[in-house]
């Protein structure tokens, strides 16, 4: 058969399943928060992804080199505001796979949209939300980082580990707080550390006074802040560091990133946390595949939202020249054992073998292995503030 015919049939095959392709074009989306609250890390994150893209396609070999992948950013600004104009964004530009979203409720708002409707596969480098797993009921949720359950009970066990024994905990007031305070204080509690206070925070309020006096008037060895450094993360560092109250910080993983170490780095030293991640062989090649490509490896889930993009590839690649499954199939295929293992920089073999018929597993960057539901199990970094610098202390 001519490799024109095979590449109209490919794309015919999409049609009722996935939505329309244009010719000589697959267009997958980078849904993440460029403004807002996740702003300061999202750009790294897309650029990881774009690398895997860049990757696929300058291999010649991603649908037998008649194809190309066309990404397209879309700014969800993790704000559930704006789900009319980012479902129709999707729609409109004929989307076939979403990278992302950043945030838990923007990442439920896309699933219940534009993806169901059009049985569009996401795969989030960063939404830790285990409802997102309850909502997929036709399984196109996927994600690259651990739900927070896991993260809650990681961090946790660092703090236990640490000797800790009274700690006051904030949360930002979303789905991502509160579940992530709610495992935390599980944890802990069936580790007898005593939680003295556990105090929501409003997204944006104004005044956090209030909030601070209570914390401090609790006590504790620490303070717990689970929020995002843009959205009141920094203002709520600075309170509870003018109320005298703490010196110590337990910090969730969007607290931990270059604008934090730059403005208190000096001010909250032995405080910790945790961000996704790993110290194996396969992240560090990763890191030095970042670098040469000007990508700042500092922040969370920049290896999560590479092997996102690779994994979307590859699937695509597995589809058009191996099975007629739909693409979600393909994920879960691509990513688990049994196969040839594939690592950071090495998509363009990976896209060779699936055109050859083999079976491959993509590990990546972050160890890529997903569960019946499309959750990774994932690896966590300790994180601890040393001479004003976050140094990694171990993998967890």
């Known amino acids: 058969m001519g490799k024109k015919i095979l590449s109209i049939l490919f794309l015919l095959c999409f049609i009722g399943n996935q939505t329309e392709i244009q010719a000589n074009e697959i267009t997958i989306g980078i849904a993440l928060g460029f403004t807002g609250p ?9 650029s990881s992804a774009e690398l895997a893209v ?4 300058s291999s010649k070999i991603f649908l037998n080199g008649e194809e190309k992948v066309n990404s397209i950013k879309i700014d ?9 104009s980012v479902n129709k964004t999707i729609n409109e530009n004929n989307i076939i796979g979403i990278i992302g979203a950043a945030c838990p409720g923007i990442s439920e708002g896309i699933l219940l949209g534009s993806a169901n409707e059009k049985n569009i596969p996401m795969i989030s480098p960063s939404a830790t939300t285990p409802l997102l797993s309850m909502l997929d009921e036709k399984n196109l949720f996927f994600r690259t980082t651990s739900p927070s359950n896991r993260d809650g ?16 905990v904030s949360f930002q007031d979303t789905n991502y707080g509160k579940e ?9 509690t069936d580790s007898n550390v005593e939680i003295t206070v556990s105090v929501p925070i409003k997204i944006n309020k104004t005044d956090l006074s209030n909030e601070v006096s209570v914390l401090a008037a609790a006590g504790g060895d620490a303070v717990a802040i689970f929020t995002e450094i843009e959205q009141d993360g920094e203002r709520l560092i600075k309170s509870v560091l003018d109320s005298g109250a703490f010196e110590k910080f337990i910090l969730s993983d969007r607290m931990i990133n270059e604008s934090t170490e730059k ?14 991640g790993s110290n194996t062989k396969n992240i560090n090649s990763f890191y030095k595949i970042a670098k040469k490509n000007n990508i700042n490896t500092s922040g969370p889930f920049i290896g999560e939202s ?9 699937a695509l690649q597995e589809k058009y020249f191996k099975s007629n499954n739909n693409l979600s199939k393909n994920i879960m295929s691509v990513s688990n054992s049994p196969g040839t293992k594939i690592y ?17 597993d993509y590990e990546g960057a972050t160890n890529v292995e997903f569960d019946i539901n499309g959750d990774a199990f994932g690896t966590f970094l300790e994180k601890e503030v040393s001479k004003g610098k976050f140094r990694t202390r171990q993998q967890r």
């Open 180 to 188: 992530l305070e709610k495992n935390f204080k599980k944890t802990l």
């Open 153 to 168: 009970e990681v961090l946790a066990k660092i703090t236990k580990d640490k000797g800790i024994k009274r700690i006051a």
């Open 54 to 57: 860049s990757e696929a396609n």
């Open 76 to 84: 969800t600004k993790c704000d559930m505001s704006q789900i009319k």
């Open 38 to 46: 996740t702003e300061s890390i999202v750009p790294s994150m897309a």
């Open 263 to 276: 403005e208190f780095g000096k001010l909250i030293n032995n405080s910790f946390g945790i961000i996704s």
């Open 344 to 360: 950071p920089g090495e998509i363009a073999k990976g896209l060779k073998l699936l055109k050859k018929g083999k079976k491959i």
């Open 306 to 314: 590479y092997d996102a993009a690779a994994v979307i590839v590859l």
